[in-house]
């Protein structure tokens, strides 16, 4: 399922989505400028390689610098191809700026970086000795997700739904959308398998992780006082106390 568009407008600029998306942009297009093997020697030290923080003989033995924990935060914005990195912006696009309306720039900034922590750490406890690294701001974005589905629950997401060469266009409430992606991503992630490839090489459990964390965390972020949500029958957001 690829989401379209929703119907929640936003209000004021969100100046911090349109960082996080220029950020991952001029990093991938750098990337692409790499040779592959300076690629993959960039990708390994600045994404998240399980086995580097959990057996450190392998780490020593393989040469990563010692520490490297700030790949917990550079590895969201690193991408390993077009369609990787397309996807992941198109998404953060359609469901960060209410989200970030919502929580404020310097609140949303925080929850972002968060999620995206809590993430990483859940793909390491879930895949503790894989050695590929996790790269991408896929699981940053599913805190937003879950962070959404909990915030506009009256949401509706215009969603393309390819069946073979067919697509095929309808409306589902955002709670449907995302309750089905969330589900998706958990099955997959306790399967181990997905389209005959191996689970670590889609982190389903980062993508799980940073929804639960979004789901969570997004309560303790919301300004003091205020009920957040969007009333699609009278267009308005409700912001009660």
């Excluded at 989505?17 to 790499?34: A, M, V």
């Excluded at 993508?207 to 972020?221: D, E, M, P, S």
Aim: aromatic share 16%; charged share 15%; proline share 6%.
């Amino acid at each position: 399922m690829i989401p379209l568009r929703d119907n929640v407008p936003r209000t004021r600029r969100p100046l911090v989505t349109w960082t996080i998306i220029g950020l991952c942009s001029l990093l991938f297009l750098f990337e692409q400028l790499l040779p592959d093997s300076i690629l993959f020697e960039f990708q390994h030290i600045y994404g998240v390689v399980p086995a580097r923080y959990t057996d450190p003989a392998y780490a020593a033995a393989m040469g990563y610098p010692e520490g490297g924990y700030e790949s917990m935060v550079t590895y969201m914005f690193l991408h390993g191809g077009w369609l990787h990195f397309l996807l992941n912006m198109w998404v953060l696009w359609i469901f960060a700026d209410n989200v970030e309306e919502a929580l404020g720039p310097l609140r949303f900034t925080v929850f972002y970086l968060l999620c995206g922590l809590v993430a990483a750490w859940t793909h390491i406890l879930f895949n503790w000795n894989a050695v590929a690294p996790v790269i991408g701001a896929s699981g940053a974005i599913a805190g937003v997700m879950g962070a959404y589905f909990r915030l506009f629950p009256r949401a509706r997401v215009v969603t393309l739904i390819p069946i073979i060469i067919i697509p095929w266009i309808i409306e589902l409430p955002a709670v449907v959308f995302l309750g089905i992606w969330f589900f998706v991503q958990l099955l997959s992630g306790l399967s181990g398998k997905v389209a005959g490839g191996d689970a670590a090489s889609v982190a389903f459990w980062a993508h799980a992780g940073g929804f639960v964390a979004g789901l969570v965390l997004v309560r303790w972020f919301l300004p003091r006082g205020c009920q957040f949500c969007f009333d699609p029958r009278n267009r308005r957001y409700d912001r009660g106390e």
